[in-house]
């Protein structure tokens, strides 16, 4: 046997602890890789994540690399378990951990928070998105004409909100956001950058879209922490029964899902418009363009018990004057929507998950949101 199939054999062996059966940075199952400079099991895409940091960055395939006795006694003494109680010691309740389904700029930022900033290490260290005000500049995306531009934006725990100035010594900002109103949500895809992020809130009942970066990955992630911050602290003070483990999800979050489905009005006589749908939670937006900073309009998924229903197909007589056949039917207590999706696979994952939404019972503040959305259609 030679020496490196006798590491590899170990290595198999340390995998089997609690702890390094998942990256010990995104969670994703059985990772083939190890950093042994740090002392990880982590998955391929977090270990190039790893390689672009050159102060942690010896990382190996449990497979192909060469491993030296003395790294593979590394692995065995430390692994992902006792790393995870140093380097993840002190992560804020509201600091936003993500997974293996998260953007690059989430994923590389965590790690760099972790090993090369040592946030979360280090006792007493004050961090940037727990001061009580952020203020500075990220650029946005123009409302109608798509052109992003720099804006001053500053965020006050004291006054619970967000706010914009379109001129950098402007006295009025252009916009007063409540940060409980607020998600965002990073989206480098749709909005053709890696640092995008999607700022979704409420204003005058009616939903509001900006699309925001900045060029260095740490300020935007940030932004996106400090935003959480300030939510916690404004539902701590809104609910103060509750504990951080029922108000964290109440935070931002990612959209269960997104695309283009066609819709037709309450008459069903304007025919189908293919519009891009968002689901947050129990809100079903719709835009014309993935980009619009308004919703045209949107469906409140209540639960089965309260007279909502989701199924397959479209009502016996529907004139399909559409472009798609697969068909969705929400029933509502007031209307009936239709939709129409372009595959098969498209309409049965719409509807797991909009049958998954009506089967959750709502909460108190889902019947406030219930009654805001119900009368507007
Ligand atoms: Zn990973």
Redesign the pocket.
């Known amino acids: 046997m030679s020496t490196n199939e006798r590491a590899i054999r170990a290595l198999k062996e340390i995998l089997q602890k609690p702890g390094n059966d998942v ?6 199952l059985d ?1 083939g890789w190890g950093s042994c400079s740090l002392g990880v099991f ?2 391929l ?2 270990s190039g994540i790893h390689r672009n940091i050159p102060e942690i960055c010896k990382v190996k395939s449990l497979r192909l690399s060469h491993w030296e006795d003395q790294e593979v006694q590394f692995m065995a003494e430390n692994g992902n378990k006792l790393m995870k109680a140093k380097y993840e010691a002190d992560v804020p309740v509201y600091y936003y951990k993500p997974t ?1 389904k998260d953007c690059q700029v989430l ?1 590389e930022q965590w790690i760099r928070a972790k090993y090369e900033r040592k946030e979360f290490s280090k006792p007493g260290k004050s961090l940037t998105y727990e001061s009580e005000a952020r203020e500075g500049t990220l650029m946005k995306r123009g409302r109608d004409n798509g052109q992003f531009l720099s804006r001053r934006f500053v965020l006050s725990e004291r006054e619970g909100n967000l706010k914009y100035y379109t001129k950098y010594d402007a006295k009025e900002p252009k916009a007063v956001i409540k940060v409980d109103t607020i998600n965002a949500t990073f989206q480098p895809e749709k909005i053709g950058n890696p640092n995008g992020l999607q700022i979704t809130y409420l204003k005058d009942y009616s939903t509001r879209n900006i699309f925001v970066y900045h060029e260095n990955g740490k300020e935007i992630v940030d932004w996106f922490n400090s935003i959480r911050a300030v939510q916690l602290q404004y539902l701590r003070v809104a609910f103060p029964g509750a504990t951080d483990a029922e108000l964290v999800p109440k935070l931002t979050r990612n959209f269960i899902k997104e695309g283009y489905m066609e819709k037709t009005g309450p008459r069903q006589t304007e025919g189908f418009k293919k519009r891009w749908f968002t689901l947050d939670q129990r809100r079903l937006m719709y835009f014309k363009d993935p980009l619009d900073a308004f919703a045209k309009g949107e469906v409140f998924l209540g639960n089965n018990d309260n007279h909502y229903s989701a199924s397959a197909g479209l009502p016996p007589g529907t004139h399909c004057n559409g472009a798609w056949q697969y068909g969705i039917t929400i029933e509502t207590p007031d209307r009936s929507f239709l939709f129409t999706c372009e595959t098969e696979s498209d309409q049965q994952d719409w509807l797991k998950h909009f049958k998954n939404v009506m089967n959750t019972q709502m909460s108190p503040q889902d019947y406030t949101m219930e009654a805001l959305l119900r009368h507007r259609h």
Do not use: K, Y
Not at 23 to 28: I, L, P, Q, R
């Open positions: 990256c010990a940075d995104c969670g994703a990772p982590i998955c895409d977090c293996h994923r």
